[in-house]
């Protein structure tokens, strides 16, 4: 009843910019934190960047100057500007929320599909 759906993926050059978006659709009371995650061939799955609610964010290391997430509330999206983008940036990048279903007191994780980013000359 619950949907994650990315979009924005795909071939970039080294130093070039994309931007991911993550829509949440269905049966939503409230949405947490939502946040993008990435996985490169043979590697776990690691993080990017988060957003509360309140816009309070977090970024691993190897992105911030470069990557930008940000939310948009009232559309239930949240976004990842990407910038100044490596080969080593090389992944599929899945977005993730931790929300609170309509009828339910608890919250719980989602995750979307997966998009593919790929930077390569």
């Known amino acids: 009843q619950v949907q994650l759906v990315e979009s924005g993926g795909g071939l970039v050059q080294p130093g070039g910019s994309l931007r991911l978006s993550c829509a949440a659709s269905?049966?939503?009371?409230?949405?947490?934190?939502m946040g993008w995650y990435r996985q490169a061939p043979g590697k776990q799955r690691e993080l990017v960047a988060t957003i509360t609610s309140g816009g309070s964010t977090i970024y691993t290391d190897s992105v911030k100057g470069r990557f930008t997430i940000s939310r948009d509330n009232a559309k239930n999206t949240v976004y990842l500007q990407m910038n100044g983008l490596k080969p080593e940036d090389t992944a599929v990048y899945y977005c993730?929320?931790?929300?609170?279903?309509?009828?339910?007191?608890?919250?719980?994780?989602?995750w979307g599909q997966g998009t593919q980013v790929i930077v390569s000359s």
């Open positions: 269905g049966s939503i009371f409230s949405i947490n934190a």
């Open positions: 993730n929320a931790d929300l609170t279903q309509m009828g339910r007191f608890d919250s719980r994780n989602y």
